[in-house]
């Protein structure tokens, strides 16, 4: 078979196109501006709070037919772009106030399946409005996943997630905050700190042993059921089973459907791929473990669990292979936060 000049030029192209994607290292963001624009803004100014975990990008997403990984790092700084957004949607008539948010988590990841990519985005922050002695008064807060789903994800995904977040702002710019809480500037730095008092299970100076089938009877320190004995994995720190006292009798539990568990006043968390409890250790006002965590997740276990989705987002270049990591308990919804890697170490098998 003869091949012209100019076919084979032509395959050459969309060769050197293609490595050519597959090596970039980065993807832009910018947060598009709405067509439509509230009819009245009381804010001209937006401070940004950034307290995520890594500042250094806003994830990982797949670039090019060999979908390299790239981390999504934005050309103009995020502060700027929320500005920005703000000043475009005045219509012209808004008031001189000044609105700051307390940013957590801005994060997209890809997860490529057989037919199909999922694209997520998964935004979590606080809002508040400043009042007219110096202090600040929450606004709003947002905790959401967005999920797509395509052969080509990334463009569509990052369409939604900045849809989400224009929203969250435009939605709140035309309403004032109650004055019933208020903050100072120093407050709202170290807010994460401030929301974990109100909660039991960061303030209490003891835990209640028990079950807890979800994040909120944990958070809230009211068990389901009492613990009657645990087996530990061999000598490891892991709880494999767990039992109640039924009849004078020890009866086996089904881990499915608990979240959680306080054994002699040490929390264990539940996690799924190892199907055992690990020990939470708190520290510096917060709770931290180690455990084995997949970058194949369901998209419902994500939607369901929120926070899980940044999991995902920190373990794209991982491969399908579990993986251990340092995490931390997210407050807001029980979600785990990955920080670093720390090796494979034999942890609990599925009993």
Known sequence: MKYSLKNILLFCGIITASFTTAQKKTEDFSISLPDQKPEKSYYKKLKLIDARTDTTSLGIVQKGAFNTKAKVVPATPLSGQFQNLLTDLDNGNAEDGTVVMYLKQLYFAELTGAFSEHGYCYFQAYLFAKNDDGTYSYLDKIDSVIDHSSMDVTKATMKKGSDMVSNFISRNISKKAATTDQYSFTDLKNFDNIEKQKLTLYNASEL??????????????????????????????????????????????????????????????????????????????????????????????????????????????????????????DYMNGGFIPLKEVGNKRTAPQP
């Open 208 to 329: 209640q042993d028990g079950i807890y089938p979800d994040y909120a009877s944990f958070r809230d320190q009211k068990p389901a059921k009492e613990i009657a004995n645990v087996k530990f994995y061999g000598k490891s720190s892991k709880i494999i089973k767990i039992y109640e006292a039924e009849e004078g009798k020890e009866k086996e539990i089904r881990k499915n459907n608990i979240y959680a568990i306080v054994y002699k006043g040490t929390p264990y968390l539940h996690l799924p791929i190892e199907d055992a409890f690990t020990p939470a250790e708190k520290k510096d006002g917060d709770f931290y473990f180690t455990g084995k965590i997949k970058s194949t997740a369901k998209t419902g276990d994500v939607v369901l669990a929120s926070a899980f989705f940044g999991i995902i987002g920190g373990l794209i270049a991982s491969g399908p292979s579990s993986t251990l990591f340092e995490q931390k308990l």
